[in-house]
């Protein structure tokens, strides 16, 4: 039997690489000027289409640093 190198994929880093997929997108979204909602319920809402369940705490704190990042 062989092993995939994909194999040691968990859940925990599933969700992980998926919210940090989103996140790079809305990032990407709003230095292109293409989000003109509050970028914390975009992410809410991009990450829910996703399947990913955040406190809204984490969520507040990611678009936070979303905007950080842009506005530099």
Avoid: C, F, K
Avoid at 44 to 49: A, S, T, V
């Amino acid at each position: 039997m062989t092993t995939d190198a994909n194999d040691n994929s968990t859940p925990e880093r599933d969700e992980a690489e998926t919210v940090e997929r989103v996140v790079e997108d809305v990032r990407d979204e709003v230095r292109h000027g293409q989000v003109e909602d509050d970028v914390t319920h975009v992410l809410e809402e991009r990450l829910d289409e996703v399947g990913v369940d955040l406190r809204p705490e984490s969520i507040d704190d990611l678009a936070e640093e979303i905007e950080n990042d842009v506005s530099t």
